[in-house]
C-alpha cells in the first residue's frame, strides 16, 4: 500500500504548496493587471491598425463631401509659338497673312481661370454628406469591435496558457508518484509480497499511458496558447509572468442593467443612415443645380496685333472677365430611376442587415449571460467535489494507518481528487471566459486607436 499512500500524500502536499504559490504572486503581481497589460499591446497589432485606417479613411471621405460645398478652382496655363500677325487697316479687318501660318515671331503664352461656387444642389450636398458622416460613425464602431474581438482572443489565448500550465503541472506530479510507485510495486512482485498483484501493475500501467496522453495534450495546449498570444501581441519571447489560474472577480448583470453594448449593431444603424442619405441623394438628382460661376482669361502673343473693338474674337491678346450665374441639368431618367431603385434595394439590404445583427446581438448576449451562470454555479459545485476528494484522500489515509483501507481504496480516492481538481480547472477557465465575454459586451475593451 506504499505506492497509494506516497502518491495520496504527494497530491495533497502539490495542492497545499500551490496554493501558497499562488498567494505570494498575487501579492506582487495580479494575474487581471497583467491580461490588461496584454490586451493594450495586442490592440496596437496589425488587424487593429487595419481598422483604423479605414476609419482615417472614412473621415477624409466626409471631409471631402464637405468640400463639396464651396467654390471649385480650375486653372489653365499655356505656353506656345506665337505666329507673326500684322493688321493691313485702321480695324483691322484685314490681316497679314490672312490665315494663320508656319511663322513663328515669338512666344504664345496665357492663364484661364474658371471659378464655380454652388449655391443650390436641391439637397444633392447635404445628403452626400450626411451618408459620408454615418459611413465614418459605422466604420468607427466596426474598430471597436475589431479591438473588442483582440481582447477576448487575447484573453482566451492567456486562460488557455494558464490553464495547460496548471495541468501540465499537476499531471507531472502525479506521473512522477506513478513512476516511483510502480517501481516499489515491482520490488514487492519480485519479493513476492501479498500486497501486490498483477492485476496491480496493469492498473498501474493503464493510469501511466493515460497520464501520459494528458501530459502531451496539455503541452500542445499550452504552446498553442503561448504562440498565440505572442502573435496577437508581436512579441515572439513572451511568456506570462503570472501561470496559476484563478477565478475572475465579476458579478452576473442583472436583469435591470441596460442593454448589451454591440458595435455591429451600432455600425449596422449607420449604414441604414448612410443608405437612406445616398437613396436621397440619387431622388434629388433629377433638380438642377444653381451655381455663381466667373472666371477671367488672359493671354499675349508676340508677333500677333491687338484687334480695337470688344466684339473682335482675338484668342491672341486677350483680357477678359465674366461672371453669371448658371442652372445645370445632366438628365438621364430612365438611368436615373435605376439608379434610384437600385439605391431603395440597398437601403432594404441594410435594414435587414440591421434587423439580423440585433437578433444575433440579443441572442449572444443570452448565450453569453447563460454560459456565465452556467460556468459560476458548476464552479462552487466543483470546488465542493474538490474539498470532498481531498477529505476523501485524508480519510483513506487515516484508515490506511491503521490498516483498515485496501490500495483500490487509496486508488479510487488518489484518482478522484486527481479528476476533481482537473475539472475544477476547466471550470475556472470557463467561468473566466465567459465572464470576460460579458464585459466585452459591455464595451468594457472597446477603443479606436
Not at 95 to 122: E, H, M, R, W
Not at 196 to 214: C, F, H, M, P, S
Request: charged share 20%.
Amino acid at each position: 500500500m506504499t505506492i497509494w499512500r506516497t502518491s495520496a500524500i504527494a497530491a495533497l502536499v502539490f495542492a497545499i504548496q500551490f496554493g501558497s504559490s499562488g498567494a505570494v504572486h498575487a501579492e506582487e503581481k495580479t494575474a487581471a493587471s497583467e491580461l490588461q497589460s496584454y490586451i493594450g499591446k495586442a490592440q496596437k497589432n496589425p488587424l487593429a491598425e487595419i481598422a483604423h485606417a479605414r476609419t482615417k479613411a472614412a473621415q477624409a471621405q466626409e471631409r471631402e463631401a464637405a468640400g463639396h460645398r464651396w467654390a471649385s478652382f480650375e486653372v489653365t496655363s499655356f505656353l506656345a509659338p506665337s505666329p507673326k500677325i500684322r493688321c493691313d487697316n485702321a480695324d483691322c479687318t484685314r490681316t497679314s497673312p490672312q490665315n494663320v501660318t508656319i511663322n513663328i515671331a515669338g512666344i504664345f503664352g496665357g492663364i484661364d481661370l474658371k471659378i464655380t461656387q454652388p449655391l443650390y444642389t436641391g439637397g444633392k450636398l447635404h445628403y452626400l454628406q450626411s451618408a459620408a458622416k454615418s459611413a465614418t460613425k459605422a466604420s468607427e464602431e466596426l474598430a471597436k469591435d475589431v479591438a473588442g474581438e483582440i481582447a477576448s482572443n487575447t484573453a482566451k489565448a492567456y486562460y488557455s496558457y494558464q490553464l495547460s500550465q496548471e495541468l501540465l503541472w499537476m499531471l507531472e506530479d502525479g506521473a512522477e508518484q506513478i513512476e516511483s510507485g510502480l517501481a516499489t510495486l515491482e520490488e514487492k512482485l519480485a519479493e513476492g509480497s501479498d500486497d501486490a498483484t498483477i492485476q496491480d501493475r496493469y492498473r498501474i500501467q493503464a493510469l501511466q499511458a493515460e497520464v501520459g496522453a494528458q501530459i502531451a495534450d496539455a503541452k500542445l495546449g499550452q504552446q498553442f496558447a503561448l504562440d498565440s498570444l505572442r502573435a496577437l501581441i508581436g512579441n515572439d519571447k513572451l511568456k506570462p509572468e503570472i501561470e496559476y489560474l484563478e477565478a475572475s472577480e465579476f458579478t452576473l448583470p442583472s436583469g435591470a442593467q441596460p442593454a448589451p453594448f454591440d458595435p455591429r449593431v451600432e455600425a449596422a444603424m449607420y449604414g441604414v443612415e448612410a443608405q437612406r442619405a445616398l437613396e436621397k441623394f440619387e431622388s434629388r438628382s433629377f433638380l438642377p443645380n444653381l451655381a455663381i460661376v466667373g472666371g477671367a482669361r488672359f493671354a499675349r502673343a508676340q508677333g500677333v496685333d491687338n484687334p480695337p473693338g470688344a466684339f473682335a474674337n482675338d484668342p491672341f491678346n486677350n483680357s477678359s472677365a465674366y461672371v453669371a450665374l448658371v442652372a445645370q441639368w445632366q438628365l438621364t431618367p430612365l438611368a436615373q430611376s435605376a439608379r434610384v431603385d437600385r439605391q431603395r434595394a440597398k437601403k432594404h439590404e441594410a435594414m435587414a442587415t440591421l434587423a439580423a445583427a440585433k437578433r444575433l446581438a440579443t441572442l449572444a448576449d443570452k448565450s453569453a449571460m447563460a454560459q456565465a451562470t452556467q460556468a459560476k454555479v458548476r464552479l462552487a459545485a466543483l470546488k465542493n467535489g474538490e474539498r470532498a476528494g481531498k477529505a476523501w484522500v485524508a480519510s483513506v489515509l487515516q484508515a490506511d494507518a491503521i490498516g483498515a483501507a485496501s490500495a483500490k481504496d487509496l486508488a479510487d480516492a488518489y484518482l478522484a481528487y486527481f479528476s476533481a481538481h482537473s475539472k475544477l480547472l476547466q471550470s475556472i477557465f470557463q467561468w473566466n471566459i465567459a465572464a470576460f465575454e460579458l464585459r466585452r459586451r459591455r464595451g468594457e475593451f472597446a477603443r479606436v486607436l
